[in-house]
């Protein structure tokens, strides 16, 4: 994954450089939401949404290709209760998670677009890149939201499993479509929506097996009250799920869907276009 990472950014400077007599840079921010799609919400695309903020700053190689960097910021949730599934409401989890993202991603223009030049003002366009973001699953209990991951809710870390816990800083990779349009001559609208694929299937706290109760106890010491309420939620007794699934062991994904407002910084009668 590092070296991937190594190469994408390689490859963005050098393309950078050989166009950069051509290119244009754009700041804006970003206004949506953000859901996710897991073990808690299997396939409800826009199911849960939160609202979503950020920032960007694009650089325009050409008329087909820009480059840009983004920092954005979200929330995912999903609750068992209101799945229509009856394993899941029987399982009864629920858990909420900040998404803090910064990614680097490639835009390609379908059509020729410019900022600021009438002649190139719409194109739909598709991005793709590499990023980093953090997250921190909690769990609702009593009223109160509490922190997931310290208490090893399938087991891992503690002396009895050798799995070892998952990391709140994960790669991703982002990618998506959009439609993107000027409006008053120095305002770039995108209307976007990306998908991001993760290499962690915790982002909802929910990947493996039951915990053995009475291990997870013994390694929570204080915290082993709140450990086996937050581990096994459902009305069967927890030694009856020792080893039984919890979660289906796959990656999960979430996205950011919404409008970018962005502008070029330089006057915009500064140039003149020729229709020619």
């Given amino acids: 994954m590092k070296r991937l990472f190594i190469v994408l950014n390689l490859w963005l400077l050098a393309t950078v450089s050989s166009y950069a007599q ?16 897991g073990d808690l919400n299997p396939n409800g695309f826009f199911k849960f949404t939160q609202p979503a903020l950020g920032a960007i700053y694009r650089y325009n190689i050409n008329n087909r290709f820009s480059a840009r960097l983004s920092a954005l910021f979200g929330t995912v949730e999903a609750f068992d209760n209101q799945s229509g599934n009856s394993y899941q409401q029987a399982r009864n989890l629920n858990f909420k998670s900040p998404i803090d993202e910064i990614s680097g991603q490639f835009d390609f223009n379908f059509f020729e677009y410019e900022i600021s030049n009438p002649k190139y003002n719409f194109s739909p366009y598709i991005f793709g890149g590499f990023g980093f973001f953090r997250m921190n699953p909690q769990g609702e209990i009593n009223g109160q939201w509490v922190d997931l991951q310290p208490l090893h809710t399938e087991g891992q870390g503690t002396r009895f499993n050798t799995d070892a816990p998952y990391h709140l800083i994960q790669p991703c990779i982002p990618f998506g479509i959009g439609i993107k349009v000027t409006v008053l001559k120095i305002f770039c609208v995108s209307i976007e929506w990306g998908m991001r694929k993760t290499f962690t299937g915790y982002i909802d706290d929910v990947s493996g097996t039951y915990p053995n109760p009475g291990q997870l106890a013994a390694q929570q010491g204080p915290n082993a009250a709140l450990a086996l309420s937050m581990s096994n939620k459902s009305s069967v007794p927890a030694q009856l799920l020792t080893g039984s699934e919890r979660g289906n062991g796959k990656d999960d994904w979430y996205s950011f869907a919404g409008i970018i407002i962005s502008f070029h910084p330089k006057k915009v009668n500064s140039t003149c276009f020729s229709y020619d």
């Fill in 22 to 37: 051509k290119g244009t840079s754009e700041v804006g921010v970003f206004l949506g939401g953000s859901f996710y799609l």
